[in-house]
Every structure is written in structure tokens, then in C-alpha cells.
């Protein structure tokens, strides 16, 4: 499983944070790669944060998912 640690000085970030940690944390490399980002636009997250915090979650995104496909490669190596 792929535990993630993050913190920010800005609570909005902050929060946008926990909520991602909440989702993808303690989950198996493939199970963040198959989990499609949907609740983002369930809770109408981006409609309450500026366009630059939207590009860093965006980022944030795209971070955790390059995490576990690195972790996922590295676990299928070992099992060769």
C-alpha cells in the first residue's frame, strides 16, 4: 500500500490536501491508478477555489498518480 504525508501552511491548501490524502492514501498502486478523480467534481470542489489553486490540485493529481505508477513498476520489477 501507498501511504501519502503532506502538509502546507495555507489552510485552503491544507484542506485540499486532506482531502486527497484521505481518498488515495493506504491504497495499492493499482487502486490509485484505477480511481478516477470524480469526487473532485461530486463536492464541486473547483467551484470554490481560485483557478491557481485548481492548478495545483490539478498538480497534485497528476503527483500521486506518477507516485504510483512508480511504485507499481518497482513492485513488478521485484516480482520478476
Known amino acids: 500500500k501507498v501511504v501519502f504525508l503532506s502538509d502546507s501552511d495555507a489552510s ?8 486527497l490524502l484521505r481518498v488515495y492514501s493506504d491504497s495499492t498502486p493499482t487502486e490509485i491508478l484505477g480511481l ?10 473547483r467551484q470554490h477555489i481560485s483557478m491557481s489553486r485548481s492548478n495545483g490540485l490539478n498538480a497534485l493529481l497528476k503527483q ?8 507499481k513498476t518497482k513492485l513488478d520489477m521485484e516480482k520478476r
Do not use: E, M, Q, R
Request: glycine residues 4%.
Open 12 to 19: 485552503i491548501v491544507k484542506g485540499i490536501v486532506a482531502i
Open 36 to 45: 478516477k478523480p470524480t469526487f473532485i467534481d461530486d463536492i464541486d470542489l
Open 64 to 71: 500521486v498518480s506518477l507516485y504510483a505508477l512508480a511504485f
